[in-house]
Nanobody
Framework: QVQLVESGGDLVQPGGSLRLSCAAS????????MFWVRQAPGKGLEWVST????????YYADSVRGRFTISRDNAKNTLYLQMNSLKSEDTAVYYC???????WGQGTQVTVSS
């Protein structure tokens, strides 16, 4: 049974930081590129970041580049998203996904507000 379980979402003030985690199981994690995707209130899905299988290839949306860092620990089957200098427009539900197979987590809420 495939599972992607996100955690780490919280209420944080503008300028603050959060680290999201995504624990994967039920598939061979190290063989797949992994993604973070978010959905802000009342808006559609927005791609945030991608990391290749070995972790050396990383890609970011313009809106988060320089502030967010994606990483993975293949030994722990875990995906991460370090988010710094958070802005109110980063408020969203954040999902981790294996888009190649159509696997999605349940999401974790990030709220940036003073």
């Amino acid at each position: 049974q495939v599972q992607l379980v996100e955690s780490g979402g919280d209420l944080v003030q503008p300028g603050g930081s959060l680290r999201l985690s995504c624990a994967a199981s039920g598939f061979t994690f190290r063989r797949y590129s992994m993604f973070w995707v978010r959905q802000a209130p009342g808006k559609g899905l927005e791609w945030v970041s991608t990391i290749k299988t070995g972790g050396s290839g990383t890609y970011y949306a313009d809106s988060v580049r320089g502030r967010f860092t994606i990483s993975r620990d293949n030994a722990k089957n875990t995906l991460y998203l370090q988010m710094n200098s958070l802005k109110s427009e980063d408020t969203a539900v954040y999902y981790c996904a294996n888009l190649g197979n159509g696997y999605w987590g349940q999401g974790t809420q990030v709220t940036v507000s003073s």
